[in-house]
């Protein structure tokens, strides 16, 4: 059944240039709009999605009302709820129209039909298990180098974003259309505080009004591999909570023979505002994206009433506390000043 879930590259040749990973997954997009309805309207609804965009000091935030994004914003992600409904990640599961380019043997990569990105792919893992970055580093590492020629892959975790915790994925989208991608290296100049650098490896986490966030930058894979861990292992050291993975978001691009790692450590998994009746709801559940700098809003209530002040208290409340900050930079600090 799998293999007749995999498009052929005899397929995909009518939709484009297939000489890389990332062209095949381009071409997938193509082919889905001709002929899966669901995407075509999904990529279609793009043209009428409206934006509003706000100014900090060093960044932009833009608020999308996005209606499609419905579910995936108001999904209940309690072990309960999941345990009654079919996995939509699990390739049996997928429908007829669907079809995939396949990631090795280990990820499917598909057509997000409920689109943010004016190219947005869903890439699940073909076995079903947890969503969990530290057993799938190598996967997201990879998936930047073979498809960052035109997409930023990024991670969300079990807690902090992810509507399916239960099944191990990544998202893709077009390159550029999260502002911090190209607002990074500016505000780590001016807000950075630096923890680590040398010929392989610059390591910086940033705190600003709202957000707070670790970037990895290097040329070297292993380098790449071997702070990401550190950085995580530093985050766990900081919850009680030692079975489950820390809270965060990842987004990681690879530019001019580059990584660069972006990391949002996380305090909640949603603001209050999320849990509020009438007029003061906000049905707004930030994940990678939202903290990139595209927030997302499905109702129009909520994206006409948002305001520059209310957009930062959301962000602000899932992020994590200027003392949780201090002393995370503190911890470190230390761990990268200790030589292996």
């Not at 072990?79 to 409904?85: A, C, G, L, T």
């Not at 990631?103 to 893992?125: A, Q, S």
């Not at 959301?314 to 003392?323: A, C, K, P, T, Y």
């Amino acid at each position: 059944m799998l293999n007749s879930i995999i498009i052929q590259d005899k397929v995909l040749k009518d939709y484009g240039q297939i000489t890389t990973i990332a062209d095949r997954t381009r071409c997938l997009l193509n082919h889905q709009i001709h002929n899966w309805e669901l995407a075509a309207k999904g990529y279609d609804s793009l043209a009428s999605v409206e934006v509003r965009e706000f100014e900090f000091d060093d960044h932009v935030i833009k608020v999308q009302y996005n209606p499609g994004r419905i579910i995936s914003t108001s999904a209940n992600v309690d072990d309960e709820s999941i345990k009654k409904r079919k996995c939509f990640l699990c390739y049996q599961n997928l429908p007829a129209e669907q079809k995939a380019v396949a990631y090795y043997r280990d990820y499917l990569i598909l057509v997000n039909p409920f689109p943010i990105f004016p190219e947005h792919f869903t890439i699940p893992k073909v076995d079903h298990v947890p969503q969990n970055i530290m057993n799938n580093l190598d996967g997201l590492i990879n998936l930047a180098h073979d498809i960052g020629e035109y997409y930023t892959v990024f991670y969300n975790g079990p807690r902090c974003g992810a509507s399916a915790p239960d099944h191990m994925h990544f998202q893709a989208g077009l390159n550029n259309f999260m502002p911090i991608t190209g607002e990074c290296e500016d505000i780590v100049a001016r807000r950075g505080d630096l923890i680590f650098s040398d010929n392989e490896l610059n390591l910086n986490i940033v705190f600003n009004s709202h957000r707070a966030f670790v970037v990895i930058e290097s040329m070297n894979k292993s380098k790449i591999k071997d702070s990401f861990q550190k950085v995580y292992r530093t985050l766990k050291s900081l919850h009680e909570d030692e079975d489950n993975e820390p809270m965060l978001n990842v987004i990681c691009t690879y530019n001019l023979k580059k990584w660069k790692m972006i990391i949002f450590p996380r305090s909640r998994h949603r603001p209050d505002y999320y849990f509020k009746e009438g007029r003061q709801k906000l049905l707004i559940s930030p994940a990678s994206v939202d903290l990139g700098g595209v927030c997302i809003t499905p109702r129009e209530e909520d994206f006409k009433k948002i305001t520059r002040d209310l957009l930062s208290d959301v962000l602000r409340q899932v992020s994590v506390s200027r003392e949780l900050y201090e002393y995370f930079k503190k911890n470190l600090s230390e761990t990268f000043s200790v030589t292996d």
